[in-house]
């Protein structure tokens, strides 16, 4: 191939990579970058690390094969280009501190985001084939053995958090990450976003678990929201069972006081806005449910993820951890 070819090859590259960006943005996504499809070798050394320290809990799918979650082409053998996006899902509520009722994480306040994100993926895949017929690809959002975070870092959609999130400088840390692999030479982006976290340590500070064990390193075993949701032990473990601090369905705490997520900004995806008591729900309604009762009320919510028992498990520790009120003015 001649000097020239490979100019013409490159420009046309890069003119798809636009045209495949401008798209993404008009299915709603509010950043996006595309990288090569590769093995991940430094973020798989970090992520066997982390299984080693039993850091994962009781998620033993994350335990099952490391190689292939930091490699896409064992996930789509094809794959030569990975577009990665987000989506911001903040939407300007606020919870309450009533005992009577269990916090909600924000993520879960409106419509599963793997179908509001995965709807939007297919859309644009859909259009790509439609433009370019040789084009195949593959949607993943949080289901497929893929390491969302480290590939959003890497399409330089934001830095890696402290507290283990993507920070976005726009958006702060309030978006779902989603990919796209495609078997489709693309041009990449190389730019990576500078770590802004600095000397703040306020996540840490924060987590009434201590679960964010060091800069950048998250031990779920104490997470208030990998055990409110995750795992599936008849009981909280007794020292998350303590500190649970209303929450009934994950934690916001590390990013509710993140500088960075006082950058906020409301999205303009509408499916995200919260549904009837899901910024918070009532305790005593939660441990009355059937299961009809619940398949109805969370359907097509995230808040399935938890299960019906785990749910009640942890209305029923929250109200057992409440503060009782003090009568002895009444005995007077």
């Known amino acids: 191939m001649t000097a020239h070819d490979n100019a013409q090859t490159t420009q046309h590259r890069a003119e798809v990579s636009a045209r495949i960006k401008e798209r993404a943005r008009a299915e709603g996504f509010h950043k996006v970058g595309i990288v090569r499809a590769e093995a991940l070798d430094v973020e798989r050394t970090r992520l066997e690390e982390w299984l080693q320290r039993g850091y994962h809990g009781a998620m033993q799918w994350l335990a099952r094969d490391p190689v292939q979650r930091t490699d ?3 996930v789509m053998p094809q794959a030569r280009s990975i577009v990665v996006v987000a989506l911001n899902y903040y939407t300007p509520h606020e919870h309450t501190n ?17 179908e509001v994100v995965g709807d939007k993926l297919k859309s644009l895949l859909a259009w790509i084939k439609e433009q370019w017929p040789e084009a195949e690809g593959k949607t ?24 283990t999130n993507l920070i976005t400088r726009e958006y702060g840390s309030w978006v779902f990450i989603g990919e796209l692999l495609l078997n489709l030479e693309l041009a990449y982006d190389s ?3 500078e770590d802004h976290c600095g000397t703040c340590t306020l996540c840490i500070d924060a987590c009434p678990t ?9 031990d779920s075993n104490r997470c208030i929201s990998y055990a409110t949701i995750e795992l599936r032990a008849d009981e909280l473990p007794a020292e998350v069972a303590a500190n ?22 409301p999205t303009d995806e509408a499916r995200f806005e919260p549904r009837p008591e ?5 305790l005593e309604t939660i441990l009355a449910l059937t299961p009809e009762a619940y398949a109805a009320r ?19 520790t929250l109200l057992d951890h409440t503060p009782k009120k003090d009568n002895a003015d009444e005995a007077d």
């Open 72 to 74: 896409p082409r064992l």
């Open 98 to 114: 009533d005992n009577a009722t269990g916090k909600i994480s924000r993520y879960a306040w409106g419509d599963d985001y793997h």
């Open 140 to 163: 993943c959002v949080d289901i497929q053995p893929m390491l969302d975070k480290a590939w959003a870092v890497r399409a330089g959609l934001g830095w890696l958090g402290k507290h």
């Open 191 to 193: 730019e990576p976003v």
């Open 210 to 218: 201590q679960a964010i064990t060091e800069p950048y390193v998250l």
């Open 244 to 265: 649970l601090d209303g929450w009934l369905y994950g934690c916001d705490i590390c990013q509710d006081v993140c500088p960075w997520n006082h950058f906020a900004q």
């Open 278 to 282: 899901m910024v918070a729900a009532n």
């Open 298 to 316: 969370f359907r097509r919510s995230a808040i399935k993820r938890a299960k019906l028992a785990g749910l009640k498990r942890n209305a029923r």
